[in-house]
């Protein structure tokens, strides 16, 4: 009923930038809380941010100055703006999304993933 497409991942250089984008489709009736995680090997998956439907957000102490989460709700999608990028930031980053379909049950979502990789 409801998914999550990510894009934008890559490999960079340390130090560089990478925009990362979630777009919802589906059934959809109201788009709640977007955010992302990360999950890196042999590692615990992490909170990185996240941001409600009116645009307040919250960030990662380790991230925080660095990435910006921001949506774009006529579109259904969000985006990770990701500078600075350190080697510690390699991971596979989930998008995930609070909806509700129009039959009026609640979901929370996940994308496939899609990685992210810093060189030094």
């Known amino acids: 009923q409801v998914q999550l497409a990510e894009s934008g991942g890559g490999l960079v250089q340390a130090g560089g930038s990478l925009r990362l984008s979630c777009a919802a489709s589906g059934s959809i009736a109201i788009l709640n809380d977007m955010g992302w995680y990360r999950q890196a090997p042999g590692l615990a998956r992490e909170l990185v941010a996240t941001?409600?439907?009116?645009?307040?957000?919250k960030y990662a102490s380790s991230v925080k100055g660095r990435f910006i989460i921001s949506r774009d709700n006529a579109k259904r999608t969000a985006h990770l703006q990701m500078n600075s990028l350190k080697p510690e930031d390699t991971a596979v980053y989930f998008c995930?999304?609070?909806?509700?379909?129009?039959?009026?049950?609640?979901?929370?979502?996940w994308g496939q993933g899609t990685q992210v990789t810093v060189s030094p």
């Open positions: 995930t999304a609070d909806a509700v379909i129009y039959s009026g049950s609640w979901y929370e979502s």
């Open positions: 941001i409600t439907s009116g645009g307040v957000t």
